[in-house]
């Protein structure tokens, strides 16, 4: 059974989602201190496949069949927090290499532990859940069990052993999330980390991009590549599509109607429904034809493998136009640098130098914060009519600054007023969906309320508004340097003559 089964379990039983859970106003990220943000949805995605119980099975009988490998993973760290890997081991980007970054990491019993849980569920009579329920907890959950895992408290620990004669359906489910969201939120992250170092992060020298390379050539080879242009997707607010090609990829694999079924109908309620905050751009006649084949279908049907190929070829040759192009060109050129998260506080610089003399997001928020370079800004975007994107991001950085709702609350209504309303006084250059999705948090006055909207014109002023603002401060620059060397005091004539000799 999937991770993505898994999910819908949970929300059958009135649970959050974990897809839905990790957001700004999911209950998993209110609920949990987190030592990392939310992940991106290319790892969340890539750890959903690698929990496919198939390819899980095999992995982890291989695994755990070895005497070496139960020697050194004995007693897990809790929540797998701790050594980043061993140097010199290389990894897949696969369910084998993630279970051997677990095993090197010592935490190869959160993995195994999540799917014993999870084919505990599956059981129906008693005396056989009530045995597995015993070796579970005597596995895993015991002290100083041959797998322990530490990442529960003494009080839940009891509260499983206490149940464990009742053997409810949902005994380990309370646990089984916490062990999803550690794999989720801690140790897949830093799996995809120990794959990027191997690899480069992306960089020329070691990508197996070439000249010749195409986004159709990434797309079938489905490995470490294609995540790393998600990767760059996701700084650029287009990560979901890529998702999307991904997800109708598999789809297109399935046979069984049930499966078929399942799958189109997290595809549509996911990308193309539009009341979904994830949905991505594309035809609306389309999306709906599709809606309506989703929701008529009967448990026996088999939906036509060829259900989504109108918008995978819509949202194929979109990326392949406007976005692979420029990624390719970086790959090649070894100038990718990929922005982690999309926080304002992230994406501003992080803990690097900027590089004010190329265009970047990075360099657009650092030019917004200094005076003298927001007057160039401004100028260069007068200059071409759009001074309004850069004003709607003065004020959306002035807003991340509020802390309490009351302070929020008329901020919002002043920024949606002035820029977003339609028939507002400075409309900035946004599409109707991203603004109807920042619209929801708006009304509530969210912290995170424009950051949509924020990240989209840093992006456009970088690519349209950037080359103008150089040349502005060049300008500003060189009448600095004129004005100075006129208001400098005039140089003293130079002593000409000769001299007299006093006795």
């Given amino acids: 059974m999937s991770g993505t089964n898994l999910l819908k379990r949970m929300d059958s039983k009135g649970r959050m989602s974990v897809r839905g859970a990790f957001g700004p106003g999911g209950a998993l990220f209110k609920g949990r201190k987190l030592s990392q943000a939310p992940p991106n949805k290319a790892q969340a995605f ?16 291989q695994m755990t069949s070895s005497a070496d490998t139960a020697a050194k993973n004995k007693n897990a760290v809790a929540e797998g927090r701790n050594s980043s890997g061993v140097a ?16 090197a990491n010592k935490a190869l019993g959160v993995l195994l532990f999540w799917k014993d849980a999870e084919e505990y569920t599956m059981l129906f009579g008693v005396e056989e859940r009530k045995n597995v329920a015993s070796k579970i907890f005597t596995r895993y959950l015991k002290q100083g069990a041959e797998w322990e895992v530490t990442a529960l408290n003494a009080e839940m620990r009891s509260k499983i052993e206490k149940s464990l004669d009742d053997c409810e359906d949902d005994l ?16 897949f992250p830093r799996f995809y980390e120990a794959c990027s170092r191997e690899t480069g992060d992306a960089s020329a020298s070691s990508s197996k991009i070439s000249a010749l390379t195409t986004f159709q050539d990434v797309l079938k080879a489905q490995d470490f590549e294609v995540h790393k242009f998600a990767d760059y997707c996701r700084s650029i607010l287009c990560e979901d599509q890529v998702i999307f090609l991904l997800e109708v990829a598999d789809y297109r694999l399935l046979f069984s109607p049930s499966d078929l079924i399942d799958q189109a109908t997290k595809i549509f309620a996911t990308y193309l429904d539009p009341q979904s905050e994830t949905r991505i751009p594309a035809s609306d006649a389309e999306c709906a034809k599709v809606g309506a084949v989703v929701e008529n279908a ?10 989504f190929d109108k918008l995978y070829d819509e ?7 406007e976005t692979w192009p420029s990624y390719k060109e970086k790959v090649l050129a070894g100038t990718l640098v990929l922005a982690r998260g999309h926080s304002l506080s992230n994406v501003e610089g992080g803990g690097g130098e900027i590089d004010m003399t190329k265009p970047s997001k990075p360099a657009v928020a650092a030019a917004l914060r200094e005076p003298k370079r927001l007057e160039c800004l401004r100028a260069a975007a007068t200059a071409q009519g759009v001074r309004e994107n850069v004003d709607f991001c003065v004020a959306c950085q002035q807003y991340a600054l509020l802390f309490s709702e009351a302070d929020r609350k008329p901020k919002a209504d002043a920024i949606w007023t002035k820029f977003l309303l339609p028939g507002c ?6 599409p109707d969906h991203m603004i109807q999705k920042m619209k929801k948090k708006i009304d509530t006055a969210e912290a995170d309320a424009f950051e949509l909207g924020y990240q989209e014109l840093l992006l456009v002023i970088s690519n349209n508004i950037y080359t103008h603002y150089l040349a502005e401060e060049a300008k500003l620059k060189e009448k600095e340097a004129a004005d100075a060397a006129s208001a400098a005091p005039a140089a003293l004539p130079k002593q000409t003559g000769g001299c007299c000799l006093v006795q």
Avoid at 47 to 55: H, I, P, Q, R, V
Avoid at 425 to 430: H, R
């Fill in 46 to 61: 890539q750890l959903e496949k690698c929990l496919d119980k198939k390819s899980l099975d095999k992995v982890i009988y």
């Fill in 88 to 103: 010199g081991k290389s990894y897949e980007y696969t369910v084998d290499g993630f279970a051997a970054f677990l095993a």
């Fill in 172 to 187: 380990f489910e309370e646990l089984q999330i916490d062990m999803y969201s550690v794999m989720l939120l801690e140790l």
């Fill in 298 to 307: 009967k448990p026996t049907d088999a939906l036509p493998l060829e259900l």
């Fill in 315 to 321: 949202v194929f040759n979109t990326i392949n136009h």
């Fill in 425 to 430: 006084d400075a409309p900035v250059n946004l």
